[in-house]
């Protein structure tokens, strides 16, 4: 039953990852319908976020390469720094940093205290308020081409702030950008490229301490075949969503994370889950 449950996850996984909507928040919220009735835990879901990642350097293998070619062709001194690609380069390390710096810090949080449902179903409601927020007034004029180091550094912040489930990576970068005034494809699109060096790092570091041993209800073998699955259909939604968002608004999104938050809080008022 354990490998359905795996499957049923990683599908989870790759819907949720990209959307504004917390793919963390899902599979904490999901696992308690399962049969096993339990939380798949920090390291299975950092771990299965490698295989949507991965999916993300498929779709954007171009954009990828081309702006890693930039951005050591700048430190060899071939280029200059303010070359379009080799900035980007800079942008998403300078991004990166918060999120690093407090996982470290918050990892015991992270593992515990964060992953109660109570407060997974409260950051979906109020990141969903702020989404809708930003969404309605942010101004959507500036291209992923002005982005600067200082919007670089509040993306990431605002990254960082999805080691909480019900948050959303996504979502925090997407109206962190939206509210700086970026277009809502270009917020969406930094907001992938973003996430890659995060969430190989999160990934790998769990998976290494998670060699030899089961972390949580679900093994080695099961977190792989959630892995696989989650690549396969994160590959899909990529695509749709940036489609999607250049020509309709987040309201979608907006009015979801708020029907999921209130429905966790009634289940978890009628002992329906254990928070």
């Not at 996504?170 to 005034?181: H, P, R």
């Not at 968002?245 to 978890?268: E, P």
């Amino acid at each position: 039953m354990q490998w359905i449950e795996a499957i049923i996850l990683g599908l989870v996984q790759g819907l949720t990852e990209f959307l504004p909507v917390s793919s963390s928040a899902h599979l904490r919220i999901v696992g308690e319908f399962l049969p096993g009735a339990a939380d798949p835990g920090a390291a299975f879901t950092a771990i299965t976020q490698l295989g949507t990642e991965a999916a993300v350097l498929v779709y954007f293998w171009r954009d990828i390469l081309r702006i890693a070619k930039a951005w050591f062709a700048a430190l060899a001194k071939k280029i200059p720094h303010s070359d379009p690609d080799a900035r980007m380069g800079w942008l998403i390390i300078i991004g990166t940093i918060p999120i690093v710096v407090l996982g470290l810090l918050l990892e015991d949080y992270i593992d515990s205290v964060f992953r109660t449902l109570w407060l997974v179903a409260t950051m979906l409601i109020i990141f969903g308020f702020l989404l809708a927020v930003a969404d309605h007034y942010g101004k959507q004029r500036k291209p992923l081409e002005e982005l600067s180091v200082r919007d670089g550094i509040i993306f990431g912040f605002a990254q960082a702030m999805a080691l909480i489930p019900g948050v959303s990576r996504s979502g925090g970068t997407i109206t962190a950008g939206l509210l700086m005034g970026y277009t809502r494809e270009a917020a969406a699109r930094y907001s992938f490229l973003l996430a890659i060096p995060a969430v190989f790092g999160s990934g790998f570091y769990k998976l290494a301490g998670s060699i030899g041993e089961q972390s949580g209800p679900y093994s080695m073998g099961h977190t792989i075949l959630a892995t696989a699955v989650g690549f396969c259909v994160a590959y899909v939604i990529i695509g749709w969503f940036l489609k999607y968002v250049s020509n309709n608004s987040y309201t979608l999104f907006v009015n979801y994370r708020i029907l999921l938050g209130l429905f966790v809080f009634i289940c978890l008022g009628f002992g329906i889950i254990n928070a």
